[in-house]
């Protein structure tokens, strides 16, 4: 796809798992890292994970802002003890229209952690170098 243009991704796991000794793993260059299911440690390096952890791709900013918002309505039930992160809905249209990835990640209940991400793609403006996954 070509234009700017939004990948999401989403990560729900083990927080003992971010921490596996160390960080290694979500690191681009490690062995473990093109199949590791772990968030990566920069967010503009989901770009570089196989496209089929994408959830899905979006060129308008009202698109990608609802499908944040979708997310945090579909996982509301862990964040037990907490209220559900609100995030400006137009704030996020705002940053997905500058071209700005939308990332928010949440300790939830069970010691998991969730990770919901719009990454900006074509180009990303930390990362120009990095080419959008294929699917």
């Excluded at 918002?69 to 907490?82: I, M, Y």
């Excluded at 704030?91 to 939830?108: H, I, K, P, Q, Y």
Aim: charged fraction near 20%.
């Amino acid at each position: 796809m070509t234009g700017p243009h939004h990948h999401a991704y989403i990560w729900l796991g083990s927080g003992d798992v971010l921490v596996k000794p160390g960080d290694a793993h979500r690191r681009p260059g490690h062995p473990e890292f093109p199949s590791a299911q772990v968030m990566p440690l920069e967010c503009a390096d989901w770009l570089l994970k196989p496209a089929s952890r994408m959830e899905g791709t979006f060129v308008e900013p009202k698109e990608g802002a609802d499908w944040y918002e979708e997310q945090l309505t579909r996982h509301a039930h862990l964040f037990v003890g907490s209220s559900v992160p609100d995030p400006s809905y137009e704030e996020t249209v705002r940053a997905l229209a500058a071209g700005e990835d939308r990332v928010g990640g949440w300790w939830v209940s069970g010691g998991r952690f969730l990770s919901v991400n719009l990454i900006a793609c074509s180009p990303h403006r930390v990362r120009p170098d990095y080419t959008c996954p294929q699917r």
